[in-house]
Nanobody
Framework: VQLQAFGGGLVQAGGSLRLSCAAS????????MGWFRQAPEKAREFVAA????????NVADSVKGRATISRDTAKNILYLQMNNLKPEDTAVYYC?????????????????WGEGTEVTVSS
């Protein structure tokens, strides 16, 4: 499967963005999915994960209450709605896919990785 994230941009603190991840291939509906992000000079970190059925699997404490992960299997798209954005949310956001659900917060458990989309939050 090929993944491509989009929807990033420059936003002021307190604003919102909806990130999307377009997936190719018919198997998308059977994959568990996750969002990760990488800030400048920092390691890539987990943001949120969703099961193949569409249930929220896990959300990082740093974004809990501000981020909502969802998916539209008919359109093969994964979403991440981010509200009340903070400067510390500035990062490149990536979407990943797992053929079989395993430890969703661990990047190495994912089978497919996509190109990221950059989010910059100004103070």
């Amino acid at each position: 499967v090929q993944l491509q994230a989009f929807g990033g941009g420059l936003v002021q603190a307190g604003g919102s963005l909806r990130l999307s991840c377009a997936a190719s291939g018919r198997a998308f509906s059977s994959y568990a999915m996750g969002w990760f992000r990488q800030a400048p000079e920092k390691a890539r970190e987990f943001v949120a994960a969703i099961t193949w059925k569409g249930g929220v699997d896990n959300v990082a404490d740093s974004v809990k209450g501000r981020a909502t992960i969802s998916r539209d299997t008919a359109k093969n798209i994964l979403y991440l709605q981010m509200n009340n954005l903070k400067p510390e949310d500035t990062a490149v956001y990536y979407c990943n896919a797992q053929i079989r659900r395993r430890a969703p917060i661990k990047l190495k458990t994912y089978d497919f990785w996509g190109e990221g989309t950059e989010v910059t939050v100004s103070s």
